[in-house]
């Protein structure tokens, strides 16, 4: 018999180690990790999802993504044939951000962003935030793969000014009811896991691994 192949991409400028924690049985699922890639100059969100779709070579697979990750999947499914799309940590819709980014979006606030900052997590570290930032800062300089200015830019642009305003019901959207980037009160139907936040694929790893095979092979 053969296995399904589960694609994996990872949140806003994280490598796929986010995923090391996740483990599907291997006699039934074949794991791929994608990777974000340098996007080209004014490359649209469609064009980019169009050339990471190039890098899934099987037929009908599974989409997971983290985030912005999730939006990504949601994209590469309109130029790919999915069995089936699962988002965690995001949104399936622009109706579902918060108040601020879409004020963001009116007032373009998001150019605004110290992106420079954000790039340089040694340098923010030195800061002290209070132990639960400094915690969250250490593991996002662990996690961090992807240091370019344009490829930040371009990513923050691109959640901001995506344009999809209907939710694909077949979309399966697993959320953390303690997430403060996408807070469940914005969030239409999806399957909520307890004390899960913004970045549960870190530390809701064994909820994840006892849920996901079932909710993969769902219908």
């Not at 344009?163 to 139907?189: A, S, T, W």
Request: hydrophobic share 40%.
């Amino acid at each position: 018999m053969s296995k399904i192949p589960v694609y994996f991409m990872p949140g806003l400028a994280a490598s796929s180690s986010i995923f090391e924690r996740i483990k599907l049985d291997e006699t039934i699922f074949e794991t791929h990790l994608l990777e974000w890639e340098i996007p080209k100059q004014k490359e649209s969100l469609s064009d980019y999802a169009f050339r990471i779709s190039q890098k899934i070579k099987e037929e009908n697979p599974i989409l997971i993504g983290v985030s912005f990750g999730g939006i990504l999947v949601q994209e590469i499914s309109k130029h790919i044939r999915a069995r089936k799309v699962i988002v965690i940590s995001s949104v399936r819709s622009n109706l579902e951000f918060p108040r601020r980014m879409k004020i963001g979006k009116t007032t373009k606030a998001y150019k605004l962003i110290p992106m420079q900052l954000i790039l340089n997590v040694e340098k923010l570290a030195k800061f002290s935030f209070g132990e639960k930032v400094n915690k969250r800062i250490k593991l996002y300089e662990k996690f961090l793969a992807v240091r370019d200015l344009g490829y930040l830019q371009w990513a923050v642009e691109n959640v901001i000014l995506w344009d999809r305003n209907q939710i694909d019901e077949n979309v399966v959207h697993i959320h953390g009811d303690q997430d403060d980037v996408f807070p469940i009160k914005y969030i239409d139907k999806c399957i909520i896991v307890k004390g899960g936040t913004h970045i549960m694929i870190l530390n809701k790893y064994k909820w994840l691994n006892e849920n996901l095979p079932s909710i993969i092979l769902e219908g």
